[in-house]
Each structure stands twice: as structure tokens, then as C-alpha cells.
């Protein structure tokens, strides 16, 4: 069992940066390979990025890469979500994941952070 905790959301004007962090629970963390996605109001929740147990290996949905990167730290259990050049349409409740598979299903969701980008 996995136990996700996201923090670092909150309002940001557009062009701004935010780096989300998300601590997990349990010695099996650095077995899994790790997510975030995101909902937009009225939305769907989207994937945003993997990250490999190594770390090793990323991956981004088209319209995040060259913007966010995503990270881990298995010694302290984390990822991170380092978010630039903010957009409004970035407004959404970011999720983190853990044991996410190539086809983007997920094992253990977190409870979401919200970030707003204002225009």
C-alpha cells in the first residue's frame, strides 16, 4: 500500500513557475514508476508525465514537454513536478501517482493540489 501527499500547489500568474511535490509512504516507493496528471475544470483528468523507478526514463504528454520535467528522490520517497512558463490552460487539480504502467494506468492516486494560472 502506497499513501501520496501533493503539495506545492497554489495561484500563479501566467509565465510563472511552480514545482508541485508529492511524498509517498512505504518502503516499496522506489519500485514504482510514478505519475502526475491533472483535471481541468469541466475536464477529464489527463496524463502529465512518468518517471521510471530509476528515474532513468521520462515521459511527457505533448503539450507539457520543454515546460515541466518531472523528478524523483527514492532516498526521501518524493517526486517533483517542476512546472515553467505557466499557462491559464495549465489551471487544473494536479494528481500524483504511483505504479503507473506504460499504458498510463495507475495503482494509488494522491488527494490533488490545486494550481490556478492567472492571465
Known amino acids: 500500500q502506497v499513501q501520496l501527499v501533493e503539495s506545492g500547489g497554489g495561484l500563479v500568474q501566467a509565465g510563472g513557475s511552480l514545482r508541485l511535490s508529492c511524498a509517498a509512504s512505504?518502503?516499496?516507493?522506489?519500485?514504482?514508476?510514478m505519475g502526475w496528471f491533472r483535471r481541468a475544470p469541466g475536464k477529464g483528468r489527463e496524463f502529465v508525465a512518468r518517471?521510471?523507478?530509476?528515474?532513468?526514463?521520462?515521459d511527457y504528454a505533448n503539450s507539457m514537454k520543454g515546460r515541466f520535467t518531472i523528478s524523483r528522490d527514492n532516498a526521501k520517497n518524493t517526486v517533483y513536478l517542476q512546472m515553467n512558463n505557466l499557462k491559464p490552460e495549465d489551471t487544473a487539480v494536479y494528481y500524483c501517482?504511483?505504479?503507473?504502467?506504460?499504458?498510463?494506468?495507475?495503482?494509488?492516486w494522491g488527494q490533488g493540489t490545486q494550481v490556478t494560472v492567472s492571465s
Open positions: 501517482a504511483a505504479d503507473v504502467s506504460r499504458d498510463f494506468e495507475v495503482g494509488y
Open positions: 512505504g518502503r516499496t516507493f522506489s519500485s514504482y514508476a
Open positions: 518517471i521510471s523507478w530509476s528515474g532513468g526514463n521520462t
